[in-house]
C-alpha cells in the first residue's frame, strides 16, 4: 500500500484557503466601489431591529 503524502495534501488546503480568501476580498472591494454595505454591517442592522446599528443602553431607574 501506498504511503500517503501529507505535505502535498496540508499545501492544497493552504491553496485552497488563499483562493477562497482572494475570492472574499475581491466581492468585498466590488461591493464597496458599487457602495453597498458590508455583509456584517447589513447583518448587524437586520438583527437589532431599529436600522441604526446602535445598541440600546440599559434604562437607569
Known sequence: ???PNY???KRQRELAKQ???AE???EK???KRA???AEAD???ESEDGD???SVPSPSAD
Open 35 to 37: 457602495g453597498e454595505p
Open 51 to 53: 436600522g441604526d446599528g
Open 19 to 21: 483562493k477562497k480568501k
Open 24 to 26: 472574499k476580498d475581491a
Open 29 to 31: 472591494a466590488a461591493r
Open 7 to 9: 505535505s502535498f495534501e
Open 42 to 44: 447589513a447583518e448587524a
Open 1 to 3: 500500500m501506498a504511503k
